[in-house]
């Protein structure tokens, strides 16, 4: 199993829906983000969140809200989606006491808004 | 604002020929991370960076780091098909832990 599982893995939906896109890990990590990949965009930063009580705006946030309801279980919400939310959205770890501090990611979440 | 450059963009390379990709990052930061994304899949960490003159290896690739310069490469020696995939540096700001990516170079290494 992964260390870093999103749900759904592919989701469409029509425009003003509210779209839920879940996070879990078990790699024991307090850090937790959330990202959204468009082509030729690389990888852009939506919100993040360093415990359960620490959340933060990433340089993408608007549209988007986040839940931090365990240390292993951050989610995402798209309160009104829209055509240009339409992306694939990448859930992350990584580890406060760790040397490295990098990045472990899940294996995305395709998201098209109709 | 930070910005985080690669190029090239697109890159494609017959087998057995070398080349450098380059990624140049705008504000103060010693924590340079490269990740390979192959088609539909998840990033996976390739190398980390922590320090000016950084150097690091793993079979055909070998990554640097130039804090000075806010510079790093990922040099690719005798490619090979199977390093076909997308490479994207990421910088990490030290105040905050928070990761911003470059725009990614897809390698398409021909036979």
């Known amino acids: 199993d992964a260390d870093v599982t999103q749900t759904p893995r592919n989701r469409i939906t029509k425009t003003g829906k509210r779209i839920m896109l879940e996070c879990s890990q078990t790699?024991?990590?307090?850090?937790m983000y959330w990202y959204r990949q468009d082509p030729g965009l690389g990888l852009r930063l939506i919100y993040y969140?360093?415990?359960?009580?620490?959340?933060n705006k990433g340089e993408i946030s608007d549209g988007y809200s986040v839940s931090r309801q365990a240390q292993a279980k951050f989610s995402l919400s798209l309160e009104s989606a829209i055509p240009n939310q339409t992306a694939l959205y990448f859930c992350?770890?990584?580890?406060?006491?760790?040397?490295?501090?990098?990045?472990?990611f899940g294996e995305g979440s395709r998201l098209t808004v109709l | 604002e930070l910005k985080v450059e690669q190029n090239p963009l697109f890159l494609s390379m017959q087998e057995g020929k070398n080349y450098t990709i380059y990624c140049n990052y705008s504000?103060?930061?010693?924590?340079l991370y490269w990740y390979r994304q192959d088609p539909g899949k998840s990033l996976e960490s390739l190398f980390v960076?922590?320090?000016?003159?950084a150097v690091k290896q793993e079979g055909r690739l070998m990554a640097s780091l130039d804090t000075k310069a806010r510079l790093s490469t990922l040099h690719i020696t005798a490619a090979v098909h199977d390093l076909s995939a997308t490479y994207f540096c990421a910088v990490d700001i030290s105040t905050g832990n928070q990761f911003y990516f470059g725009t990614g170079t897809s390698l398409t290494v021909i036979p």
């Open positions: 992350a770890t990584s580890d406060l006491r760790a040397t490295t501090g990098e990045l472990f």
């Open positions: 969140s360093f415990d359960v009580k620490d959340i």
């Open positions: 504000t103060t930061s010693d924590r």
């Open positions: 790699k024991g990590h307090d850090r």
């Open positions: 960076l922590l320090s000016n003159g």
